[in-house]
């Protein structure tokens, strides 16, 4: 985006601060810095982004050191023996996990070693629109605020009585070793994540879930194929919510309805909240929502009529990492511009990296969709490929509109389910119908081959085009006025 630059004002020590130094706050840097060199980033610390640090690449390595360990079950049916005599040597598999997100978060870092005094390292608060003070002590002032603190793991209070046996993805990665009894409570996308990595590498998993449905899945069909494959490898307890009985030095007891069960340590990964806490929102004049969390504008990003912006997993709604660059960008951008632009969102795109993997594109499935919408699918239980690698488990959904044709929406729990859910994205960002994609090549063998099998299902509940559209996505857009 080439947007006119603000016109520096003398009487602000900088034309923008930066609150939080986060995959958001980031994104917001490098789009600010396009325009002005009168900005500070603030962060508390510790740096290198939840993502590299205890989120999303931690816990990919994790999953692939586990995924890898678990291909031994299939190693007889290929014809492969002596798989018995393998075993995870957990403290390696943690070692290298963290040696590997070190290697990362060394990365975000170098990224703003050039900063020099703009990088301010201290707790933040919000004074007014205008003012930052750090630590208590300083006071900095700008014409524009970006805040971007991200979020952090929430705990009931009941379970911290555990200690240090009470782990979360902040401090999983960071043990030595791991128990050979673990309980997992929350089946959100990183609790299923975690609970199967723990599950494959061997430990004895007891997962907990007050809902039925995992991962963020609406669609009935797919989550059962999810609910499936993780009670392959460990005990699940869904529906309601799991108490904590009693503990000792010996063991954890937890029950949940009639069932009981004791384990050695509890990993909670029952979400995680806006990091919010002494930031000062109450001071921007602003009405807050039982949260603490002000309204935000989708598109501009804009908190009121203030030219004060927020991105990134402080965010709940959105609290992916490609959704915080995005909104840093946003941010950033209109905290350097004369007046804010709204910016059309990417379509939704969500991955849950499992194996099935499971993903939720654009639309989301409604249990009381009338007959304006088609859905179809397939089963991969007998799909070519998929059982030659066996591989052949899961489900693809898919979702479009009934007059025409054209692709809302799908969920998935399906081998190469990441990849298949990208061209999936890209269709619906495209406004892609089922005809179209029918009209693109497919070679043999290929796990892409269930996705046509899957058009081919939905397209025969499609009607001709009519006059008045059913319903569509609307935000399908991608960040094309953003540089």
């Known amino acids: 985006m080439q947007s006119d630059c603000m016109t520096q004002t003398p009487a602000y020590d900088y034309d923008v601060l930066i609150i939080g ?6 994104a917001a840097l490098r789009a600010v810095r396009r325009h002005t060199q009168r900005f500070a980033l603030i962060d508390a610390g510790p740096g290198g982004t939840t993502c590299a640090r205890v989120g999303c690449m931690p816990s990919k390595l994790l999953l692939e050191a586990a995924h890898a360990f678990h291909r031994r079950h299939q190693f007889e049916a290929f014809g492969l023996r002596g798989a018995a005599q393998l075993h995870a040597d957990i403290p390696a598999v943690l070692q290298r996990v963290r040696a590997e997100r070190d290697r990362f978060v060394a ?52 379970w911290q009585a555990l200690g240090a046996r009470l782990l979360t993805t902040d401090t999983l990665f960071e043990q030595a070793d791991l128990p050979p009894r673990m ?23 007891t997962a907990f879930h007050g809902e039925d449905h995992l991962a963020g899945l609406a669609d009935p069909q797919v989550n059962a194929a999810l609910v499936q494959s993780m009670s392959s490898s460990m005990q699940l307890q869904l529906g309601q919510l799991p108490e904590l009985k009693a503990f000792d030095a010996r063991a954890i007891t937890i029950g949940a309805g009639d069932f009981s069960t004791q384990v050695d340590a509890v990993l909670a990964a029952t979400g995680r909240r806006p990091a919010i806490q002494d930031l000062g929102l109450e001071n921007l004049g602003l009405t807050l929502d039982e949260r ?13 009529q203030l030219s004060v912006f927020w991105a990134g997993d402080v965010n709940p709604d959105r609290a992916l990492l490609h959704e915080a660059v995005d909104e840093g960008e946003i941010a950033g951008s209109n905290a350097v511009a004369e007046e804010p632009r709204a910016f059309a969102r990417r379509t939704p795109l969500a991955i849950t990296f499992t194996e099935p993997s499971v ?33 052949n488990q ?28 990208h061209l999936l994205a890209w269709a619906i960002a ?9 009209e ?28 008045t559209p059913g319903p569509h996505y609307c935000e399908q857009s991608s960040l094309d006025c953003l540089d």
Not at 21 to 26: E, F, N
Not at 183 to 205: C, D, K, N, R, S
């Open 430 to 438: 495209r406004r892609s119908t089922i005809a179209d994609l029918l």
């Open 183 to 205: 309980a997992v409570l929350g089946l959100g996308p990183l609790g299923t994540e975690m609970a199967q990595a723990l599950a494959h590498l061997g430990i004895e998993v």
């Open 292 to 304: 603490g969390l002000p309204d935000v504008d989708p598109y501009t990003l804009q908190l009121g």
């Open 440 to 467: 693109m090549p497919f070679y043999h063998p290929v796990i892409e081959e269930g996705l046509r099998t899957a058009l081919r299902d939905v397209q025969a509940h499609v009607h001709a085009p009519r006059d």
């Open 21 to 26: 130094a986060g995959s958001a706050g980031l």
């Open 107 to 158: 990365g975000v870092l170098q990224s703003t070693q050039d900063l020099g005094p703009r990088a301010i390292t201290g707790r933040a608060r919000i004074l007014d629109p205008h003012t930052v003070e750090v630590d208590g002590q300083r006071r900095l002032t700008a014409r524009s605020l970006v805040i971007a603190t991200g979020s952090r793991p929430h705990v009931p209070e009941e």
């Open 359 to 391: 993903a939720s594109i654009g639309l989301p499935y409604d249990a009381h969709w009338s007959d304006e919408v088609a859905i179809g699918g397939v089963d991969f239980a007998h799909q070519g490929r998929a059982r030659a690698g066996l591989r």
């Open 394 to 421: 899961g489900v693809l959904r898919l979702y479009a509109n009934a007059h025409g044709g054209e692709l809302l929406g799908a969920q998935l729990c399906a081998p190469a389910g990441e990849h298949l859910a």
